[in-house]
């Protein structure tokens, strides 16, 4: 069976390069190339958008949902700021797309309709959006009064060691009085405004359901969401699979049908095809290795070593996988893909000196520039062979 994958593999890699057993011209390779391209960019363009069909984690229990059920992230005095920066996000993105429609968990559904229904509504969405400015405001001028009042404090100081204190305000004091005024225009600025908005129903409504989460309703949204990211995966990929299969067999059938009928034309065109998209199938199998064994693993491996204080032993680990991975990639170099045996037949493909590597001028016996004799006698037939040919040129009988 292994042999049987080998040797096809080795068709294939003869039939990417080769036309009626010759080797394909630039001008053939160069449009058989950007057809390649242009098919593994099509192909990694219909698997996003077949596997947007697919629910994901992130958009059945929302991140929103997620921190006002598992988390409880929401309270009576971070709520509102809350909502103000999600509906602002979503409109100040460049272009706020249609509010997602896909199934959802029952205990989300209620909290994300109130939340959509906000982000459309335009006045609701201005009014949170000058509530969130305001409180952001609010808290730079309150940092700026910090900074005043020390300055202030330290000026007071100097002038009543010196004994010059009058009755007269500083500059200083002039700022602090200015901004400790502006403090109090936001504070009842941003309570009339939050006044306004929570007279608003689906506000209302959202926060109730904040507030009425039960213990039951948390641990069961938190299994699922641990469910869902560990199954996730696995769905996407048989979901890609469902799109690549099909073009795996088509592109397989036609390439055997090409040579078994003798049309060259059509085994180097489907060759390339069947490479081009054995590539996807090969990276989502390697993505899906990624996110179920080493990504979880070497999370929880590294939550244990810090927890024991032994983070280092994770970097000695990096540094002896990145010596192990560097040995490997010489020897694949120096003894597959850069071999001496191949260096020799490129040579002696293309009448070059099989010592130096020298172009040797027609019909040269030994290099001009080297001495290295070229020929030798063949032991089958006697009659001159390369030196290093694994096969007599003349006879064909392996040396």
Not at 83 to 90: A, F, G, H, M
Not at 97 to 104: D, N
Not at 287 to 313: G, H, T
Not at 325 to 349: D, G, M, N
Request: aromatic share 8%; with cysteine.
């Amino acid at each position: 069976m292994l042999e049987q994958v080998r040797n096809f593999g080795k068709g294939i890699g003869r039939n990417l390069v080769s036309l009626d057993s010759q080797p394909i011209g630039k001008a053939a390779l160069a449009v058989v190339l950007f057809l390649d391209l242009f098919i593994l960019i099509s192909i990694f363009d219909g698997l996003a958008r077949h596997t947007e069909q697919l629910t994901r984690p992130s958009e059945y229990i929302p991140q929103h949902c997620r921190d006002i059920v598992i988390k409880r992230d929401w309270n009576d005095i971070n709520q509102l700021v809350r909502i103000s920066q999600i509906v602002s996000d979503y409109r100040e993105s460049y272009a706020p797309r249609q509010v997602i429609t896909k199934e959802q968990h029952p205990t989300c559904e209620s909290i994300t309709s109130l939340i959509d229904s906000l982000k459309r509504d335009l006045r609701i969405s201005a009014n949170l959006k000058n509530f969130l400015q305001l409180r952001t405001q609010l808290n730079e001028t309150k940092s700026e009064l910090d900074r005043i009042k020390g300055i202030y404090d330290t000026s007071l100081l100097e002038t009543v060691a010196r004994e010059e204190a009058d009755d007269t305000p500083t500059e200083v004091g002039k700022d602090v009085a200015a901004a400790t005024k502006a403090i109090d225009m936001l504070v009842r600025e941003e309570g009339l405004l939050e006044a306004t908005l929570m007279q608003d129903q689906r506000l209302i409504d959202l926060f109730a359901i904040s507030a009425a989460v039960s213990e039951e309703e948390r641990d069961g949204l938190a299994d699922e969401v641990r469910n869902l990211n560990f199954w996730h995966p696995a769905k996407r990929l048989g979901m890609e699979f469902i799109f690549l299969l099909p073009l795996v067999f088509v592109f397989y059938f036609w390439n055997s049908r090409s040579v078994a009928g003798g049309r060259p034309f059509q085994v180097l065109v489907s060759s390339h095809l069947m490479v081009v998209v054995f590539v996807p199938v090969v990276i989502k199998i390697a993505e899906l290795v990624y996110d179920i064994i080493p990504k979880r693993l070497l999370k929880d491996l590294i939550e244990l070593l810090e927890s024991l204080r032994l983070v280092a032993l994770w970097h000695y680990m990096l540094m002896g996988s990145a010596v192990l991975a560097a040995l490997v990639l010489v020897y694949l170099f120096q003894k597959k893909l850069f071999s001496h045996e191949k260096l020799l037949a490129k040579r002696i493909s293309k009448r070059l000196c099989q010592n130096c590597g020298v172009h040797l001028p027609s019909n040269a016996q030994a290099c001009p520039l080297c001495g290295f004799e070229q020929f030798r006698q063949c032991k089958h037939c006697d009659l001159p062979t390369y030196v290093y040919g694994q096969y007599c040129r003349e006879c064909g009988l392996p040396e």
